[in-house]
C-alpha cells in the first residue's frame, strides 16, 4: 500500500501557481519524496524528489515540513500541459527498490 | 540521450496467444522495472531485473508471465495464453543502479480480444 495520502482532485487556474500536498505521516528518516506525474495515460514524468531540505529544479519547486510528515509540490506558472494525475511516493534510498503509486491528485489547469 | 523506449507501443492478441513486450533502457542504465496500469487504476509494480538477474519478481502473477533483462538486448516480458484481463498499459522504468531514480518509457498498451 501506499504510505502517502493526496486529495484526488485539484484545479487550478491557468498562470497560477498549483500547490498540490502530500501527507506521509509514516516517513522514515532515510525514505525521500518522490514526485512523478502522468499526462494522459504516457509514462510517467519524473518531477522532483527530496529529502528535508527544500528542492527546485525547473519543472517544480518541493516543500518538505520539518517534522517530514507532509509536503506540497509548486508548479509556480501552470499551464494546461500541466493538467495531469501527480503522484507522491515515498521511497527509501537502499531499501525496495520498487516504486508504489498511489491514487494521486488529478490536477486539471483551467484556462 | 535517449529516453527509455518501448516497443511495440499498442499490442493486440487473442486470448491464447502470447505477447512479448520489450524494453530498451536509457543508455548507461542497468537497471530495468515493469509496471502494470490496469484500466483506471494506479501503477503497480511487476519485476525488478538488473542485466541476467531478477531482483524482485513480487508483483509478477505467479503464471504465464515472465521476465528477462540478458546481457545483450532489451529487457522482454513476456505474457503466455494471454487472457482478457491482461489487457492494460505496460511501463518500464531504468536507472542507473538501484539508488537512483527511475525513468519511465511511453509503455505498451496490451489489448487482448
Known amino acids: 500500500d501506499a504510505k502517502t495520502t493526496q486529495p484526488p482532485s485539484m484545479d487550478c487556474a491557468e498562470g497560477r501557481a498549483a500547490n498540490l500536498p502530500c501527507n506521509h505521516s509514516?516517513?522514515?528518516?532515510?525514505?525521500?519524496v518522490y514526485w512523478y506525474r502522468q499526462i494522459h495515460s504516457q509514462g510517467p514524468q519524473y518531477i522532483i524528489h527530496?529529502?528535508?531540505n527544500n528542492e527546485t529544479n525547473e519543472m517544480a519547486s518541493l516543500i518538505i515540513t520539518e517534522d517530514r510528515k507532509s509536503s506540497t509540490l509548486i508548479l509556480p506558472h501552470a499551464t494546461l500541459r500541466d493538467t495531469a494525475v501527480y503522484y507522491c511516493i515515498v521511497r527509501a534510498q537502499g531499501g525496495s527498490e520498487k516504486l508504489v503509486f498511489g491514487k494521486g491528485t488529478k490536477l486539471t489547469v483551467n484556462p | 540521450n535517449a529516453g527509455v523506449m518501448q516497443n511495440p507501443r499498442h499490442l493486440v492478441r487473442r486470448r491464447g496467444q502470447e505477447a512479448r513486450l520489450r524494453c530498451s533502457p536509457m543508455k548507461g542504465h542497468s537497471h530495468v522495472y515493469w509496471y502494470r496500469q490496469l484500466p483506471e487504476e494506479g501503477l503497480k509494480f511487476m519485476v525488478y531485473l538488473q542485466k541476467e538477474n531478477i531482483i524482485d519478481e513480487s508483483g509478477m502473477p505467479k503464471e504465464r508471465f515472465s521476465a528477462e533483462f540478458p546481457k545483450e538486448g532489451p529487457s522482454i516480458l513476456r505474457i503466455q495464453q494471454v487472457v482478457r484481463g491482461d489487457s492494460a498499459a505496460y511501463f518500464c522504468a531504468s536507472s542507473p543502479n538501484s539508488q537512483e531514480t527511475q525513468y519511465f518509457g511511453p509503455g505498451t498498451r496490451l489489448l487482448v480480444l
Open positions: 509514516t516517513i522514515s528518516g532515510n525514505e525521500y
Open positions: 527530496g529529502l528535508k
